[in-house]
């Protein structure tokens, strides 16, 4: 009895098992172009060919009846697949030997029996054992790391507060291969799973809420595999929003940064963004690589059509959401994506990683025109430990810059603004040909204990007149309590059952310093 066993079913692994099943003595006839197209995946670093040259080995191994036959393919065929060269090939291999071709590919087979080749077609698999790796996460991990010959770590705690801590011995290389080859089943065969990048030396893995990366010599010293999951997931209302900032996030914010550093939280709170806006009546669709947020089976999440952002950019024009929640902006041609999809007038939210709020910003610079930023970003939220640190807002003025004096020096200048004081603590301008960003000194007035302070029977009264219009922070021993915009007589109000009133009253009580900036 001859096969010949194609691509599909040699790289699922279940050649053996045909063959294992026969009674009679089975010759293998593995066409030329099959080890091409492996040979060129495995070159790829794509776990495919991996999987595919696996097999072979074990088949000869096991003493199999393998014979290589078959005209060789051009690299231009095996890279493009021209015109179904490559199952041509295989196809013409069965029929010259009077063997049976065995496939999983539906199209093959059905070509093959147009043909007239005797054919066996076997049903890809849809059952996979859930991966071992899954069983190293608990609820407090966030990330498990493996490497070949090291131990196995993890990284367990709550947003801002991991640790890394050993949670296995060493493992060797056999057994993260198999750790390999069991992520690549499940992502071929679960609905919910898929591959969504394949580099020579690395594959990123998107497994439902599991995204893991595998890499592989050149690209890596080693075999090492990561996978990484949320821990949590939130509503917005978890953030404890102030009531103007949900305003402008509901109202005005139209293009905004959630910047922080890795692991506080960014896209944690951009999913509980996402489901805000979704609950509100909005179109919501996502832009990412590899496509990991957890959001609602309403919120479409686009990859990269034809490995290209800005053709996923041009689809969604056409689409025409609400808002677009684009994860992560890094390299170059991001922003200028998000800012071309701003302009066009679709709300963006960008994910971006910085170290300060305002380093967000300067990202944009000489990436996009200048007097164009507070058009595309005029909100930059800065996570930090899973919080809201830090909110600023962007304007367009026309002004002489912080530091200078002339009239004549006067230019545009983009002003960064504290969201809840109101208080400009950037300016960004042109001098000469170098755009300068310079931080604006506190020019606020302080206040501590030298303030009218009243009783009423609701509220605590703070008289506070050189901050009249203005927004005031209040603290007592430096420890901030609340803000709140002052009246045009100079008053701030605070009710006496708030948590900031109780504060208040302790602090004259007990005689604490009171301070108002």
Known sequence: MKIVP??????????????????EEVEILIPNAVVSELEYQANKGRETGFDGLDELKLLKEKGADIKFV?????????????????????????EENNAILITSDKVQAEIAMVRGINVRYIEPKVKVIKPQIFDLFDDTTMSVHLKENTPIFAKKGSVGRFELVKIGNVVSRDLLNQYARELIEYARSTPLASIELERKGATVLQLGQYRVVIARPPFSDGLEITAVRPIVKTNLTDYKLSDKLLNRLEERAEGVFVAGPPGTGKTTFVQALAEFYHSNGKIIKTMEHPRDLQVSDEITQYGALEGSMEKTGDVLLLVRPDYTIYDELRKTHD???????????????????????????????????????????????????????????????????????????????????????????????????????????????????????????????????????????????????????????????????????????????????????
């Open 6 to 23: 194609d691509t599909s079913v040699i790289i699922d692994g279940r050649i053996n098992k045909v063959i294992e099943k026969e009674k």
């Open 335 to 517: 922003f200028r994506i998000f800012a071309d999809m701003r302009l066009a007038g679709v709300g963006m939210v960008g994910v971006t990683h910085a170290s300060r709020a305002i380093d967000a910003i300067q990202r944009l610079i000489g990436r996009v025109d200048l007097g164009i930023i507070p058009q595309v970003v005029d909100t930059v939220i800065f996570i930090l430990a899973g919080k809201i640190h830090k909110v600023y807002e962007l304007k367009m003025t026309v002004k002489v810059p912080y530091g200078m004096i002339e009239a004549d020096l006067a230019r545009p200048v983009i002003e960064v603004r504290d969201f809840d004081t109101q208080s400009p603590e950037y300016e960004l301008y042109s001098y000469g040909e170098e755009i300068v960003v310079i931080p604006v000194e506190d020019s606020g007035v302080e206040k501590e204990e030298e303030f009218e302070i009243t009783k009423s029977k609701k509220h605590i009264i703070l008289g506070v007149k050189e901050f009249r219009g203005r927004y005031a922070k209040v603290f007592v021993d430096n420890e901030y309590i609340i803000t709140s915009k002052v009246s045009k007589y100079g008053k701030i109000r605070v009710r006496r059952t708030s948590n900031a009133g109780k504060a208040l009253i302790d602090a004259i009580q007990y005689g604490k310093r009171i301070k108002i900036r």
């Open 70 to 94: 078959g005209e060789h393919p051009s690299f231009r065929d095996i890279k493009y697949a021209t015109a179904g060269r490559i199952d041509d090939i295989i196809r013409t291999v069965a």
